[in-house]
Structures are given as C-alpha cells and as structure tokens.
C-alpha cells in the first residue's frame, strides 16, 4: 500500500544521503521525495511516499527513527492530511489549440508562467490524480516537456 | 588557553577513559602521532595492517565492556579498516575509529589519497562525522562515544581533515550530550513486562533464547535467575555464547544452523518462546514460515527495529535486557512462591528435553583413530579449564569451538557472527589480551582465516602479548567444502588449499610454534603452549573432510537437521 512519510531532519549536508542510502540499501522503494528547509534553520523537512506492507512500512518508520540525524517521523497516511503536486508542463500550441489549452488551463486552475508564439508553460498544482487527469487531457494537444515534483503532504488541524 | 586539533583529541580520548589505541600512521595523521610521543596516559599499538586495527579495538571491546579505538590515515588507510568497521556493526560493538582526511579545501578533489570514507562507512556505522572546523571537534569526539556506547551499540567513525588536526582554538569539552533526535530508551514498559510474565506462567514449554544482547547489557546474572527461578530452559545464539553458563542443568547449547539437536528442537516444540537481546538471524531461524511454530514470542530489545522484522512477536519490549531482567525478577519475586511448583506439563518438557539430549549429544566419531578436529576443542576446553577468553576465526573452525568450547562467562566469547570475518579472531585475540594482560586468550583458527591476517604475528610479538592459535588445519576452507561435499556432489572446486609451514612461519615472526599431526600429540602441544609466556602458534592437523554437525540446510526448517 501507498505512504506518505513526513520526516524531520537536521539540516546538514549527508544527511539525505543517509535518507536515500537506507531506503536502497535495504531495498525498501520510494515513490517520490520531496526535500527542503522549513522555518527553523536547522531542521529540513522530507515528504516521502513510499509503498510496501505492513511489516515492512513498520521497518521503514523505524530504520527512519534509527538515523542519528532524524528528528521526528509521522505517517500520515492514516491520518487526515492535506496532499499536493506540482507539475511544470510545455504544451506545443498553435492556431485553434491555443484556445484550447488555455480552457483547460481555466478548468483546471492552472497558471499559464510563459508564452511563446507555439507553446504554452502551465504550472499545475493538485493531487497527483488531477495532475494525471490534466497532463492526460494535454497530452491528446502535444506535451513538449513535463516535470514534477514529488507529493508534499501536511496533517489537517483536528477540528475541535 | 589555544589548543591545537591534536592536542584536542588527545585530551577528548583522556577525558573518555581510554588507555589503549591500535593504529598505524601516515601523512594527514603525523600531527596526531608526534602529539602521542606527549601522551603517556595512552598506549598505542602499531598494528601491521588497518584490518588489524579495527578487529583489534573489537576484540578488546568484547572483552572488556569498553569502547575500543582506533587511528588511521586518509585513503588506504581508511579502506582497510572497512572489514573490520562492517564486522563490528553487525555485532553491535562499541567502538570509534579516527580517520585522518585531507585538508578541508582540497575535499572533492580527487587529493592524494582522498578517499570519501564517511560515504563509504554510511551504511556500516552506527553514525559517522566529517569535522568541518576544529570548533566542533572536541564535542564531535564526545558524541562519537556516546553513539558508539549507548543504546544498541555500534561503531562510529571519525574523518579528521588535516586542517583540523592543525587548527587551533579554546575547546570548550562538553560535560554532556545533547542530541535531540538520540534517547535510546532503557526501562521496559512494566506493563509489557507484566504481561509476558502472565504468558510465561502460563506456558508448559518454555524456552529462553537469548542473544548478543545479554552480553552488550551485562544482564546475564539477571538471566540466570529468570531462567532458573521459573526452571526455564535456555538456549543462545553465536553471539550470546557467555551469556547463560555453559555447564548448567538448564543449558541447552547454541541453536540454529549448527546448534545442537536439542536446542533446536526445544524452539520448534516451544509454546512460549521468550528472545531476549536476540535479532532472529536467518542463521538462527532457518525457513522463517516454521520458526517456532507453536509458540507465542515475546521479544525484549533495546532496537525498534530488532522487533517484528522477520517474525511478528506477540509482546514486544522495548528495553535494556538488563531493566527487563530485573523487573521480571521482581515481579517473579513478589508473585511466584519459592520453590515453585511445577505443573506437571512442565515437568513432562524437562523431561522431553532430557531425552533429546540423550538421544541427540553434540558428538563425534572419537573411535576413529584420526586426529578429529573436535577433540581438539575439547583438549583445549578441559586443558584450559574453561577459563580461557576464545576468539574465532570463521568456518567450521568457529563452530566446532561454538560447541565444544563451554563458555561460562560473558565477555569470554568473541566470534564475528553477523559479517563472518575471515581474519577476524587473530587480530581480535590481540585486542582482547591488550584488555585482559593476565589472561589465557586463544584464537581457534582455521588455516585460510589465519592467513587473512596472519600478519599481526608481528604486532603480538613486538608487543609481548602472549596470544595463542589453535589452527585447525584441515588443508581445506573447510566450511566451503562441506557445503560442496553435500550440496555440489564434492566438486571441491577452490577449496583445498596448500599453507606454509606454520612452524616455521612461527619462528620467523619470533613467536613459537607446534605440531600435532596424531591425537595424542594435542595434549602435550597444548601444555607447552599454556605454559609459554609468548604467543604461539599451534598447528594440530586436523582430519581434512570432517564436517560440522548438527547441521540444518539452507531454508530448511530448525528440526530438519542433518546429525551425520
Ligand atoms: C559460518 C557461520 C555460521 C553461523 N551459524 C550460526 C548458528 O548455527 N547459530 C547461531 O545462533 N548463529 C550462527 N551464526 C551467527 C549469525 O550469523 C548471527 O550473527 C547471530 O545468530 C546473531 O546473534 P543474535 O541474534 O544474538 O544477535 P546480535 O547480532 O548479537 O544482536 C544483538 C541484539 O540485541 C540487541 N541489543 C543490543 N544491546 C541491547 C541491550 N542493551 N538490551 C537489549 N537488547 C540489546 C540488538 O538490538 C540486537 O537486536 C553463524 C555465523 C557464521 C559466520
Ligand atoms: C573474508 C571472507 N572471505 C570469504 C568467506 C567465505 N568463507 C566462509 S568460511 C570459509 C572457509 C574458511 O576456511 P578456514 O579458515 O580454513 O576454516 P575451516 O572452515 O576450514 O575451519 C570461507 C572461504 C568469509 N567468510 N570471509
Ligand atoms: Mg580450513
């Protein structure tokens, strides 16, 4: 089954490395990895998904907790959470298709970040099914090039 | 006042307690080197190869509780203590190795002798550091102990850039640690433990398997009161040899692949199964689906991640075995009536195990006439009195001392079981005699592991340390050759192997060595050995197609044993 891990570390060069060396060192896989600083300098955060069975997403979350430099591991995925991608996708578009993308653009809530007189840039951002479900539809146009990042996810406030 | 890196590192080693280093010098670490010609509190031992040094600093950690220490230079210095850094974490063995580095700046340049062996020692420590800034060295060296000793223990590594060991500033030495994302927890949830202990009362057949764990805790005097005040059979494994004594009603010898038939069969008919400090080794467990199949498992580790990773435990307990131990003694106190009672299923257990003993000893053909490798164990057992520390190569040499060679004491027992190191055991002997000066310490060889580091002969002599080697020279590696003699239809395809004169190979180095080519040469070969305050090395030549048995083939269940 698909999860989303969100990991606390320190902010040090290697430490991703230890992140990374665990999981393809004991062959556990990742599904996308999402890394950066927070707010406090000396913490990074990591959002994970990962996929595998019970007893082996129980490794995972501990191995994780083993590492020295891991501040703090959450599952998410039984929680109530909040999960979002981005994607970056250049669509060749000429004459009627221009119109077109921009449709689906508006549908979807997408941004348009460049314009040139045969493409269009789109920022999208959503669930990686809205995300599949609007690089589909682009795709019948003309995709030149995509790229995405991984799932970000954060646990929703309780509601009293 | 300003100290330089060296003159740091130093002190950090002083205010750690240690008294012992094995090392071998080169260009980045000169520093280190001419600072210790200004450091009597500590004495350091020139091995002949890095390997040495780190297998070393684990057998003196084996043998003594501490942390052991090591120092190399940059590069090849660094890679050839990787065997012996990987050995030790598989073990769990406390200790730290110190690693010179080129200077900070020329990091990423592809330096003389640069090597980036934080990145290769990532996945083989328990935690490692590159020092940036000679700031941050004397806290680094704090922590570094720290890590290695506490929680399930482990080696960290040390990279010290040569710029670092050359800077200079006002340390400030941590009084202690404080690392946010690092609390091993020690107590044992009492709730766990009172729950197990309901299931244990409750058990007719019982087994302790206990492991590596009891030893690194220094619980086993708290296991033996468990085992014997609830008459509790028990069994270890490779790692936990020492932790119950041998000679005891209720031993049951090593389980797993070459355990004993009884132990293995206690296991597999067990209805509770009690693992303390013991990770359930594919070694130990054989065909995973059958491991314990009647039994309920109650598992106490000091690592999450022991527990539940190749058999879902029924109650797991996260904790010191020692905390464990004693809080189940207590509870056993305050709620079993002494003697206790047992239940006639009970009873019945003792006395099915009783039979398998009966029916199934550790044995071997003594009748033969040749010289059995077996025998020789024996000798060395009841010449010594049980009372030498024994160190092991790896291979049928390591099994036949795992059953034969009683060990009754923790801390006596030093055998690279996770990462099965040939070349292990001798360097090891050295290390554990620099511990214990006033010990007998033995390394039980095989003629292809001694050869890996046979090299340290010279760090034995130079240093007067009176180790001893048994070789059991079979003319074979062997324990390859058994698997080729029962699995490849005797294809003894790279296995027999010619070895020098080990006598003679003795006498260069200046050490003594011995033969015995007939049984009842051993006696009087072991005697001379004992008796002879350098180290020796003793050939005995061994029947060269023995093989090791009991034995469970690979992915068999633990009570399919092989017995001839
Ligand atoms: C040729 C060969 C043959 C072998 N055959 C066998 C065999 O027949 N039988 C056998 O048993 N082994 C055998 N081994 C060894 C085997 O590979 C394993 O090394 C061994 O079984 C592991 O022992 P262990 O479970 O005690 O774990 P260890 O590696 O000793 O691990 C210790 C466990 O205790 C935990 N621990 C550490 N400190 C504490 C603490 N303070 N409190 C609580 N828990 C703690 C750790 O987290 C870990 O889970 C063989 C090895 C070789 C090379
Ligand atoms: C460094 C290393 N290389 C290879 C092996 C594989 N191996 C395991 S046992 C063994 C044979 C050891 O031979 P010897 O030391 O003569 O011991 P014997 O089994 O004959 O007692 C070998 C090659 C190993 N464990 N370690
Ligand atoms: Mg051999």
Redesign the pocket.
């Known amino acids: 089954m698909r999860h989303v891990i969100s990991v606390s570390v320190d902010n040090e060069p290697g430490v991703l490395s230890r992140v990374t060396g665990l999981f393809s060192g004991r062959g556990f896989n990742i599904e996308s990895l999402c890394v950066a600083a927070t707010m406090n300098q000396e913490v990074s955060h990591i959002t994970l998904v990962t996929a595998g069975n019970e007893m082996i997403i129980e490794q995972i979350i501990k191995q994780l907790r083993k590492l020295i430099n891991v501040i703090k591991v959450v599952d998410l995925t039984p929680t109530d959470h909040v999960e979002r991608e981005m994607a970056l996708v250049k669509v060749k578009a000429e004459d009627r298709q221009r119109a077109e993308v921009l449709r689906i653009a508006d549908i979807f809530r997408c941004r348009v970040v460049d314009v040139s007189p045969n493409t269009y840039t789109l920022e999208i951002t959503g669930t990686s099914e809205k995300l599949n479900a609007v690089l589909g539809l682009l795709k019948t146009i003309g995709i030149q090039e995509v790229v995405r990042t991984g799932s970000l996810a954060m646990q929703r406030t309780k509601k009293e | 006042m300003k100290l330089t890196g060296s003159q740091i590192f130093l002190k950090c080693l002083e205010r750690e307690g240690v008294k012992h280093i094995f090392g071998f010098p080169g260009g980045v670490v000169l520093d280190i080197y001419d600072e210790l010609t200004r450091a009597p509190f500590i004495k350091h031992f020139l091995v002949r190869h890095e390997q040495g040094a780190a297998h070393a600093a684990d057998g003196y950690s084996r043998a003594s509780g501490k942390v052991g220490v090591c120092l190399v230079t940059s590069g090849p210095g660094a890679t050839n203590t990787v065997s012996g850094i990987a050995s030790a974490y598989?073990?769990?063995i406390p200790m730290v190795v110190f690693t010179g580095q080129v200077p900070t700046p020329l990091i990423g340049n592809d330096a003389f002798q640069e090597v980036d062996i934080v990145g290769i020692t990532r996945p083989c420590t328990k935690h490692n550091y590159l020092v940036k800034h000679v700031d941050d060295l004397a806290r680094i060296i704090h922590e570094a102990f720290h890590i290695a000793r506490t929680?399930?223990?482990g080696p960290v590594l040390v990279d010290l850039p040569k710029d670092v060991i050359q800077g200079q500033t006002v340390p400030k030495f941590p009084e202690r640690v404080r690392i946010k994302s690092y609390n091993p927890n020690?107590h044992a949830n009492p709730k766990q433990i009172k729950k197990a202990l309901d299931l244990i009362l409750k058990a007719h057949r019982p087994v302790i398997y206990?492991?590596?764990?009891?030893?690194?805790?220094?619980?086993s005097e708290e296991l033996t009161k468990f085992a014997q005040s609830l008459e509790i059979p028990v069994t270890?494994?490779?790692?936990?040899l020492g932790g119950f004594p041998a000679p005891h009603r209720l031993w049951l010898g090593?389980?797993?692949?070459?355990?004993t038939y009884f132990a293995n069969m206690s296991v597999h008919h067990a209805d509770v199964l009690i693992?303390?400090?013991?990770?359930?080794?594919?070694?130990?467990t054989g065909k995973i689906e059958e491991f314990a199949p009647h039994a309920k498992i109650i598992h106490?580790?000091?690592?999450p991640?022991?527990?539940s990773k190749n058999v879902v435990v029924d109650i797991p307990i996260v904790?010191?075995?020692?905390?464990?131990l004693s809080q189940l003694n207590e509870l056993v106190v305050a709620q079993v009536p002494t003697p206790r009672e047992l239940s006639p299923a009970h009873q019945a257990w003792l006395a099915e195990i009783d039979q398998w003993k009966r029916e199934h000893p550790l044995t071997y053909d003594r009748a033969s006439g040749d010289l059995k490798p077996q025998f020789v164990v024996e000798k060395l057992y009841e010449l010594t009195q049980g009372n030498a520390i024994i160190s092991t190569e790896?291979?049928?040499n390591?099994?036949w001392a795992?059953q034969f060679y009683h060990i009754n004491r923790p801390n006596r027992w030093l055998?690279?079981?996770?990462?099965?190191?040939m070349g292990y055991g001798f360097p090891a002997a050295i290390g554990a005699q620099v511990a214990c000066p006033d010990d007998l310490v033995i390394d039980i060889a095989g003629d292809g592991s001694i050869q890996m580091n046979i090299q340290e002969l010279a760090t034995a002599v130079e240093y007067d340390l009176p180790v001893k080697v048994a070789i059991l020279n079979n003319s074979f590696l062997g324990?390859v050759r058994q698997w080729q003699q029962l699995f490849y239809d005797r294809r003894y395809s790279q296995t027999p192997m010619w070895s020098p004169d080990f006598v003679k190979l003795a006498e260069a180095y200046g050490a003594l060595g011995l033969r015995a080519e007939k049984p009842e040469e051993v006696e009087p070969v072991i005697r001379e050995a004992i008796n002879t305050r350098k180290p020796v090395l003793m050939d005995f030549r061994v029947a060269p197609e023995e093989c090791v048995m009991p034995m469970?083939p690979a992915g068999a269940p633990m009570h399919k044993m092989l017995l001839t």
């Not at chain 2, 090593?254 to 355990?259: F, K, S, V």
């Not at chain 2, 693992?275 to 130990?284: E, L, N, T, Y």
């Open positions: 598989m073990d769990s929680g399930r223990p020690y206990a492991g590596g764990g009891v030893i690194l805790s220094k619980a270890t494994t490779l790692m936990g090593m389980l797993g692949m070459h355990g693992a303390i400090g013991s990770r359930f080794d594919d070694r130990v106490i580790d000091i690592d991640t022991s527990i904790g010191d075995c020692q905390d464990a790896v291979g049928q390591q099994m795992a055998s690279s079981g996770g990462l099965g190191c324990m469970v």
